[in-house]
């Protein structure tokens, strides 16, 4: 398996840039390519999910912090948009930024008294805020609309045209989620990731070089709830609605197994957990409830044999291997 994964590595490497230019004109052309409105609705699954589980590993993955609640995170977008956009009219587009800047002051909010909490106990206050919020939804039924939701959530309109069939969603969550990957990938190779990295391999090592561990773990985590955000305010006018059910405990986990699944502190990663739980969905699916054993099957396989993820690195922290403190001797060079 390893063998097999660095073959892979060492062959995109060299061609990398005809792999992007191929991917990129079957990415555009690809709605075309699928007359079938079923398969591209789990198209767009894949794609919501993998942006949704790329937020959630930017905590996770990149900053070691344990977030399990992040469909607390996704239902405060999710309602932002649908509230504001059946009461008040607003438009789609803006509401995108909107969600997410809201649900980032929360997590911001969120992150302040947790500093201090790792591991479990920071896992178990995320996921109290995500039942929290559900709960709040379920009963505010003045501004939620309580266990009857939000109807009738407006379709986006682009010049005049209203979107609103998966094939042209699908655009709207492919333009999203490259937004997504380009924005992360600066980010992580910038000062603010290589601080993040720093702070998940070794907290007092990256202390000790004065990075302020406090304001990046902050930074962490409002920019993992900008995103989830982002994507509850997508999601909620693709249904056209949504209540509380939608995000449930279940959701959170689901989210979570992606992550793990693909392999955390990856960009790719997400991405192919987003495929693989998904596709596993439809094909379960007449398994009704015995889908979920079969998710923690895989997840625990994950876990003993490979449990840095699909396309985790070898030399990952997750693999049990010796920690790598490349990240931190680079921002060390650049204190000096």
């Known amino acids: ?16 840039v005809i792999v ?50 992040h469909a607390g995170f996704f239902c405060i977008g999710a309602y932002i948009e649908a509230i504001l956009a059946t009461q008040y009219h607003i438009n789609f587009w803006v509401l ?54 939000v109807k009738g959530i407006k379709s986006p ?7 609103s069939s998966p094939k042209q969603y699908y655009y709207i969550f492919l333009v999203i989620g490259i937004v997504f990957i380009f924005v992360t990938n600066r980010i992580i190779n910038s000062r603010t990731g290589s601080a993040w990295i720093s702070i998940r391999e070794d907290e007092l090592a990256a202390r000790s070089l004065g990075i302020e561990i406090k304001k990046y773990k902050i ?15 997508a999601y909620a006018p ?33 991405i192919l957990g987003a495929a693989v739980v998904n596709s596993l969905t439809e094909l379960l699916r007449s398994f009704s409830e015995w889908r979920m054993v079969a998710y923690a099957v895989l997840i625990i396989a994950m876990m003993w044999l490979r449990p840095q ?7 990952s922290v997750l693999a049990g291997d010796k ?14």
């Open 1 to 16: 398996m390893k063998h097999f994964i660095d073959t892979i590595k060492s062959t995109y490497g060299k061609y990398k």
């Open 20 to 69: 992007w230019i191929i991917c990129s004109l079957l990415l555009l052309i690809f709605p075309a390519l699928i007359p079938s409105n079923y398969v591209m609705g789990v198209v767009c699954r894949i794609l919501f999910y993998a942006t949704l589980a790329g937020s959630l590993n930017v905590i996770n993955g990149y900053s070691g912090q344990m977030c399990i609640g």
């Open 96 to 149: 995108l930024l909107v969600g997410g800047i809201i649900t980032a002051i929360i997590g911001g909010l969120i992150a302040l008294p947790t500093l201090r909490m790792q591991g479990i106990y920071l896992s178990i206050i995320t996921l109290g805020f995500s039942e929290v919020v559900r709960l709040i939804a379920l009963n505010w039924t003045s501004v939620t609309g309580g266990a009857m939701g």
């Open 157 to 163: 309109t682009l010049l005049g045209f209203t979107l």
């Open 219 to 233: 930074l962490n985590f409002m920019y993992g709830a900008f995103w989830a955000g982002v994507m509850g305010a």
């Open 238 to 270: 693709y249904t056209r609605y949504i209540d509380s059910t939608y995000f449930s405990l279940d959701e959170g986990f689901n989210i979570l197994s992606m992550v793990i699944i693909g392999g955390q502190g990856t960009l790719i990663g997400p």
């Open 309 to 315: 993820g699909l396309v985790g690195a070898s030399d």
């Open 323 to 336: 920690m790598k403190k490349k990240k931190i001797k680079v921002l060390a060079k650049e204190e000096k």
